[in-house]
């Protein structure tokens, strides 16, 4: 009994010392946590924390932005009056990218009705920003053509004006350097494209196409109808096909690069009488582009109908055949007849030496004419001036 009792009382000391220690331990950490307390409290005193801007979800509708129907929009645009305008535009145009995403996504006929008014409403308020930004531009950009306009008055000359006046006018009365009636609808306006190219230029035939191609691609991207773009796709795969077969027999290669229109004169002049009806039509309609190749694809012969462009390719394919093993240059460094032939065409198989050995032959316009003709009474006038006082002396 004795030996039980001591072994009950020791298993009691045990378990109250243990229980006094948890005690202990927990009254220290109460006191640490409350002086920790105390210590965070005074630093937050001291240096109150910054709030943090989120973007969640509650954020958004306690904003009162939205765009859930007509009523709501109109009241988005009341309560962001408040803001600063670039905040406004970038507001507006979230939403209405959220709410495209939104109508993609749902089905319900009145929900996506009342969304399309919201929208509508947006994109009213949008455009209108956009018209008051324009007239501002448009108003600075007058005051601005007004200044220079006026500090040009005082600067330029009359001759300076008329001469700039003059080259504007010629700009505007020159062919157009692209050819019309090129199109990818379907499989019959491509073919259609595909004819009106034939004989042109290799380089403009794949440039073209090219730009053909990539002007489908884009339309694909913003076209539902089926039948549509399942046209476009056909006249696409007319163009792939074009472009295959033209890198396949290496159609470049019969490109036909021009000379300047300035050579072309020096060598009418060398050609004396060689030169044939057909050659001096070509360089009157080069001269009546000023030289401008590229114009030729709209400029059409006389006779035959057909462009420039066409007829010259023609015309070099069967020079170029013929005189494929000739001289080009003499011993005096002179083109020969049979080179001046094709030179006549604005074409030389060695257009670096050309430009090397033959020099440019510029027209003279009816400007340069009577401005030298002006020079030279003034010359002469002068060389009088001159003369007279000796004449005085010698009296």
């Known amino acids: 009994m004795v030996a039980m009792g001591r072994s009950h009382l020791s298993g009691q000391r045990r378990q109250v010392g243990k229980e006094g220690l948890r005690m202990e ?22 240096f109150p924390a910054k709030p943090i801007i989120t973007m969640g979800k509650e954020e958004k509708e306690d904003s009162g932005f939205g765009f859930k129907d007509k009523a709501k929009a109109e009241e988005t645009l009341r309560l962001l009056e408040e803001h600063d305008p670039n905040y406004r535009r970038l507001t507006v145009r979230g939403l209405l990218g959220r709410a495209k995403r939104v109508l993609s996504m749902t089905k319900a006929e009145e929900k ?72 990818f609808k379907d499989k019959a306006t491509a073919e259609n494209t595909l004819k009106e190219l034939e004989g042109r ?26 039948t549509k773009i399942s046209n476009i796709k056909e006249a696409m795969s007319l163009f792939d096909k074009f472009l295959d077969d033209f890198d396949t027999m290496h159609l ?34 080069y001269s009546s582009v000023n030289g401008e190749y590229k114009r030729l694809r709209t400029v059409a012969e006389k006779e035959g109908g ?60 009816e400007n340069d004419k009577s401005e030298e003709e002006n020079n030279s009474r003034k010359r002469r006038s002068s060389a009088k001036d001159e003369e007279s006082p000796s004449k005085k002396k010698k009296e």
Request: glycine content about 4%.
């Open 201 to 226: 230029d290799p380089d403009y035939q794949k440039l073209a196409v090219k730009g053909l191609i990539g002007r489908a691609k884009r339309v694909l991207t913003c076209t539902r109808d089926e």
């Open 306 to 365: 057909k462009t420039w462009d066409i007829v010259r390719n023609v015309a070099l394919k069967e020079l170029k055949e013929k005189y494929a093993d000739v001289k080009l240059f003499d011993e005096k460094d002179e083109p020969t007849k049979e080179h001046l032939e094709m030179l006549l065409w604005a074409y030389s198989p060695e257009q670096a030496r050309v430009k090397k050995t033959i020099q440019e032959t510029k027209e003279e316009s």
């Open 252 to 285: 470049s290669k019969q490109n036909n690069p021009y000379i300047s229109l300035g050579i072309v004169r020096t060598c009418v002049a060398k050609a004396e009488g060689l030169i044939s009806e057909q050659q001096k039509s070509f360089i009157e309609a």
């Open 112 to 183: 996506i009705k009342n969304i399309k008014e919201a929208m509508e409403v947006f994109e009213n308020w949008l455009a209108e920003l956009e018209k008051n930004k324009e007239k501002k531009t448009d108003k600075k950009e007058k005051e601005e053509t007004k200044e220079k306009k006026d500090d040009k008055e005082k600067d330029s000359s009359p001759d300076v004006e008329m001469e700039d006046k003059t080259k504007k006018e010629d700009k505007k009365d020159l062919p157009a350097d692209t050819v019309p009636g090129l199109g």
């Open 25 to 46: 331990a927990t009254a220290g950490d109460q006191e640490r946590g409350a002086s920790s307390f105390q210590v965070t409290r005074h630093y937050i005193t001291m």
